[in-house]
Nanobody
């Protein structure tokens, strides 16, 4: 099984992008999904997550109010809507999967509970 993040690109500050996460097989709706990013020269950062049941959504302080996770109607594609983008949002964005009930909590994201990682997609915010 492979995850694939897509939808990245070059956008001006204040702009928007929508990232997608899909799986080569299986149903994403059965898992918690997280979005992470790694900026040049920085450690990986947990950005947002959504659980699979009784939906829990969590956003870190840097993106809360600007980024939003959602699912497709068939719940097999996860989206991360990025609004009001800032240059500091420039990074490679990854989606990852955790087993049901793991990884995504009201209190935050436990990165080490995400066991399947996808290829990243580059987001560059620049004028």
């Amino acid at each position: 099984v492979q995850l694939q993040a897509s939808g990245g690109g070059l956008v001006q500050p204040g702009g928007s992008l929508t990232l997608s996460c899909t799986a080569s097989e299986g149903e994403l709706r059965l898992y918690a999904i997280g979005w992470f990013r790694r900026a040049p020269g920085k450690q990986r950062e947990a950005v947002a997550c959504m659980s699979n049941t009784a939906p829990i959504q969590y956003y870190n302080d840097h993106v809360a109010g600007r980024f939003t996770m959602s699912r497709s109607s068939d719940k097999n594609t996860m989206f991360l809507q990025l609004n009001s983008l800032k240059p500091e949002d420039t990074a490679v964005y990854y989606c990852a999967r955790a087993d049901a009930g793991w990884g995504c909590y009201h209190s935050g994201i436990k990165t080490d509970e995400f066991e399947l990682w996808g290829q990243g997609t580059q987001v560059t915010v620049s004028s």
